[in-house]
């Protein structure tokens, strides 16, 4: 399995920008694809999780900002993100796995990553 991660800038604080993942390989083996970000020294946090059933989950600091969608024909997931704040500067990764409900959140329990892209939000 290979993700391809992509569609990271520099945009000031309000703007937009859309993330893209694409999946390679044995996808059909893993039930949900997630982003995360990190800064650096710090651990990978969670920002939004989907399941191939459609059910989608949000860290509570991007809900109503940020937007999961996924294109079955292109084998790729997109993060639309508005209203962006400056403390969403992170790298953003996407991954992909079989977490159980509980752990969906978790980054140990995706198996497969992609290899981040940086956002930068100016205030």
């Known amino acids: 399995v290979q993700l391809q991660a992509s569609g990271g800038g520099l945009v000031q604080a309000g703007g937009s920008l859309r993330l893209s993942c694409s999946a390679s390989?044995?996808?059909?083996?893993?039930?949900?694809m997630a982003w995360f970000r990190q800064l650096p020294g710090e651990e990978r946090v969670f920002v939004a999780a989907?399941?191939?059933?459609?059910?989608?989950d949000y860290a509570d600091s991007v809900k109503g900002r940020f937007t999961v969608s996924r294109d079955n024909a292109k084998n790729t997931v997109y993060l639309q993100m508005n209203i962006l704040k400056p403390e969403d500067t992170a790298v953003y990764f996407c991954?992909?796995?079989?977490?159980?409900?509980?752990?969906?959140?978790?980054?140990?329990?995706?198996?497969?990553w992609g290899q981040g892209t940086l956002v930068t939000v100016s205030s």
């Open positions: 991954a992909l796995g079989n977490p159980i409900h509980s752990e969906r959140g978790h980054a140990s329990g995706y198996a497969y």
């Open positions: 390989g044995r996808t059909f083996k893993s039930n949900k």
């Open positions: 989907l399941h191939w059933s459609g059910t989608i």
